[in-house]
């Protein structure tokens, strides 16, 4: 029995979710891969890859590093004056083909239009550039003035790119380098929610959640407890663009280990970790917090990628029969770095 084909909305809204998650459009083989769709799909709407990315509103092979905001706003000051007004998707998308301008993250970057906008209006207010000041009076901005209903958000339901997975937690790795999807409707900031995704994942991998958090002192961000097996997790989600680096942390750790190890024994949890979540890590900082860490009461340390803690999560709910949090802690001996 042939599958059935995906539609061309559903491959749109898949390469959006897949661009999300690696901050740069993806080659048509890993998209692919990602999506779990077959190349034949795509060239049976498009007739070559790059017309895809296009239709998307990306720019083909355009890798490497984060444009700066800066760069992005000049080219979408370019486009305003071009067209006297703010630009709908479709007006940018024209627009930047024929200036060649590097605006095709406007609408993701900052996780919707909305934020960018807010973030452009700033820009432009604190620019030493007097003739810039006249799109802020231009018509089209994606936010209506205060006092007036503001245009309705998107609602629909982002693309399941890992079918196992929570909704909640399908884009932690995106929070997990500081931007915030574009499917988040959230009010919270990027490290709050992260936080809180981190949460929601060892919850849902079984584990009794105890919520710190930020603005708690030095205390990890949350404790995940396992009561039936003895043995709790110290949690700390670190929000980083260009992966985590311990730099002058190590006192916090120390001093929320001694103090939340031993009080977590004294209810009798015999066995304490320490975990570190977030986009990517370095052998020789965990070494440096082994070290530092090895007087506490933690019995090791590890560091986890985003992408590999979504990862277990999705696995513990596709094996949910035989997953067990006993399996779960033997992959943290050792201490490690566990990535996808």
Known sequence: MTSKRHTKEEILELYKACQ?????????????????????????????????????????NEFGSR??????????????LHLGKIPTQTELRIAQRELETK??????????IYAFQDRFRMWVAESTEEKLKAILQ?????????????????????????????????????????????????????STLFERRTSDAFRCLGFEMRSLGQGTGRNPDAIALATKERFAILIDAKVRVDGYALGTEDRKF???????????????????????????????DLKKLTEYLSESPA??????????????????????????????????????????
């Open 138 to 190: 231009f018509d089209g901005w994606a936010r209506v003035k205060s006092g007036r209903e503001s245009e309705a958000i998107s609602t629909k339901v982002p693309p399941q790119l890992n079918p196992f997975l929570p909704a909640a937690l399908q884009y932690l790795e995106v929070l997990a380098r500081g931007e915030m999807p574009s499917y988040e409707s959230s009010d919270l900031n990027v």
């Open 254 to 284: 120390l001093e929320y280990a001694q103090n939340q190890g031993k009080e977590l024994q004294r209810q009798g949890f015999e066995k304490i970790y320490l975990v570190v979540v977030g986009s990517s890590f370095r052998e020789s």
């Open 299 to 340: 019995r090791s340390v590890d560091m986890i990628t985003a992408a590999a803690l979504t990862r277990i999560v999705e696995e513990s709910i596709r094996e949910r029969s035989t997953f067990t949090l006993s399996a779960f802690e033997k992959q943290l001996f050792g201490n490690k770095i566990i990535s996808s």
């Open 67 to 80: 444009l700066p905001d800066e760069v992005v706003f000049q080219g979408y000051t370019r486009v305003c």
């Open 20 to 60: 999300a998650k690696l901050g740069e459009p993806p080659g048509i083989d890993r998209f692919c891969k990602m999506a779990k769709l077959k190349p034949s799909e795509i060239s049976y709407y498009w007739p070559r890859p790059t017309a895809l990315t296009k239709e998307v509103g990306a720019t083909p």
């Open 103 to 112: 605006t095709h993250t406007v609408y993701t970057r900052h996780g919707d």
